[in-house]
């Protein structure tokens, strides 16, 4: 009875397609914020649109895997979408990644093609693989239709395929399901209440499972994803405090060690934020009993759709800095 967590969800549906009808609603809400750029739900849709259909020229469909290897952009979020548009899988991959790491990657996913930009085709490893530099090749892809594609998958069809870190030996590809994923994305959204007014971040590395739950529980709700500007944002903890107040951020995933030096900083009263999620590592310390939001402490192995477990964690009045229980 404790661990009867069933509830229900959409499970014949595509993440895109609760996207497309989440376009309908609200087209002219903003969806991604970059620096000064930003898109609307309507534009990231026809952006999305554009690169389906091409890749769908290429003969990309269900279980097909396209590999992305781009800085955070939104020309990340654009090549993710239009991939699962087209019908197939993506397989993000961070471009800081070692090259030989990389290649293990794409040979070991059968990656068809790689979405990519030309500054970075140089970084890529010596594989036989069809390259789409969405910059070199944006007036190509501006020809291409930029209405919804014929849905050709089904929810029991491959989302993504991440892999794992390595450290217990070679690194692993998870494959999730449009399924698992949507189970992941309603739960999100009923249990930290996402609302069209909420603005949520994307700092975690692309190669992390925890992008996965930055970007689509709240593109299929009608709010809105910030994604973070540079290194020194996601690193110097002051300077991603004043960075999330100024953006008006109200949920938060930070990876532990990042959490914890945000957690003892001081923050101001009025701030937006009202839930900060973690997870990644073991935490170390209660948040204060002044920090004007909710912490919550996750864990889930990338095998298990990002989150198994989910708790907040409240202020020990006995023993502040103490490390937590769960």
């Known amino acids: 009875e404790w661990n009867d967590t069933d509830s229900e969800y959409p499970q014949d549906k595509c993440i895109h397609q ?5 376009v309908e609603k609200t087209p002219d809400a903003i969806a991604l914020v970059y620096e000064e750029q930003q898109l609307s739900y309507l534009e990231l849709n026809k952006n999305a649109n554009r690169l389906a259909h091409y890749l769908r020229q290429q003969g990309i ?3 097909d895997v396209v590999a992305v290897v781009l800085p955070r952009s939104l020309d990340l979020v654009t090549g993710l979408l239009g991939i699962l548009k087209a ?12 090259s030989d790491r990389i290649a293990i990657m794409l040979k070991d996913a059968q990656a068809s093609i790689v979405v990519t930009h030309a500054s970075l085709t140089t970084l890529l490893p010596a594989v036989s693989l ?14 291409m239709s930029e209405i919804n594609l014929i849905p050709i998958g089904e929810a029991r069809n491959l989302a993504y395929v991440i892999y794992t870190s390595g450290s217990t030996g070679k690194p692993k590809g998870v494959a999730i399901t449009h399924r698992n994923l949507l189970n992941l994305v309603s739960w999100h959204q ?9 603005r949520a971040t994307q700092i975690a590395g692309l190669s992390f499972d925890a992008t996965v739950w930055e970007l689509w529980p709240y593109l299929l709700n009608g709010a809105c994803v910030v994604l973070a500007p540079d290194e020194e944002v996601r690193t110097v903890p ?9 953006e008006e951020i109200t949920i938060s995933f930070l990876p532990t060690p990042l959490a914890e030096s945000v ?28 920090l004007p939001f909710r912490l919550v402490n996750n864990y889930g192995p990338t095998e298990y759709t990002v989150v198994t477990t989910s708790g907040s964690v409240e202020p020990n009045p006995l023993e502040i800095g103490a490390a937590p229980s769960i």
Not at 87 to 98: C, K, R, T, V
Not at 192 to 198: M, R, T
Not at 238 to 246: F, H, M
């Open 18 to 22: 609760l996207f497309e009808g989440q």
């Open 263 to 290: 957690l003892s900083l001081s923050w101001p009263e009025q701030t937006p934020l009202r839930i900060m999620l973690t997870g990644g590592d073991q935490l170390h310390q209660y948040p204060e009993p002044a």
């Open 190 to 198: 009923q249990r930290f209440e996402v609302v069209p007014s909420d």
């Open 61 to 63: 469909g269900p279980e």
């Open 87 to 98: 019908g197939g899988a993506y397989l993000p991959i961070d471009p800081a990644l070692p």
């Open 238 to 246: 002051e300077k991603l405090r004043d960075w999330l107040v100024a």
């Open 130 to 143: 069809k390259t789409l530099s969405l910059d070199a090749e944006a007036e190509r892809l501006a020809t």
